[in-house]
């Protein structure tokens, strides 16, 4: 079984992001996924300089992705367990997203769905 972040950096590498500021993935996105709990969700925004990574419980992280959606390939993270003796421990899933189904996720989070 895979850990969360095994499989981030399989897909970075796979789509050959990013291609600057590397180390937003091998540092920052790495800590986050070590600090996170069962239950937590991300979305994680991966572009050309660097990534950007959102708990969804927070509204101002969330509210940040809105700028980067555009030019990024979105994921979803669910954290589910953890493996002992792994670092970082974290699993789950690593789902991708198109852009819509990213946006749809950020305004449902927000409260900006439409009400009719």
């Given at each position: 079984?895979?850990?969360?972040?095994?499989?981030?950096?399989?897909?970075?590498?796979?789509?050959?992001?990013?291609?600057?500021?590397?180390?937003?993935?091998?540092?920052r996105?790495?800590?986050?996924?070590?600090?996170?709990?069962?239950?937590?969700?991300?979305?994680?925004?991966?572009?050309?300089?660097?990534?950007y990574?959102a708990?969804?419980?927070?509204?101002?992280?969330?509210?940040?992705?809105?700028?980067?959606?555009?030019?990024?390939?979105?994921?979803?993270?669910?954290?589910?367990?953890?493996?002992?003796?792994?670092?970082?421990?974290?699993?789950?899933?690593?789902?991708?997203?198109?852009?819509?189904?990213a946006?749809?996720?950020v305004?449902?989070?927000?409260?900006?769905?439409?009400?009719?």
């Amino acid at each position: 079984m895979k850990t969360v972040y095994e499989k981030m950096i399989e897909e970075a590498r796979r789509i050959g992001w990013p291609v600057y500021y590397q180390s937003d993935v091998t540092e920052r996105d790495r800590a986050r996924i070590e600090q996170a709990r069962p239950g937590t969700s991300f979305l994680w925004l991966v572009m050309s300089g660097g990534t950007y990574m959102a708990n969804l419980d927070h509204c101002i992280e969330t509210l940040g992705a809105l700028y980067w959606l555009r030019q990024s390939r979105a994921y979803r993270i669910d954290i589910e367990g953890t493996l002992p003796g792994r670092h970082p421990p974290a699993t789950g899933t690593l789902t991708a997203l198109e852009i819509g189904e990213a946006l749809e996720l950020v305004k449902a989070r927000l409260g900006m769905t439409r009400r009719t």
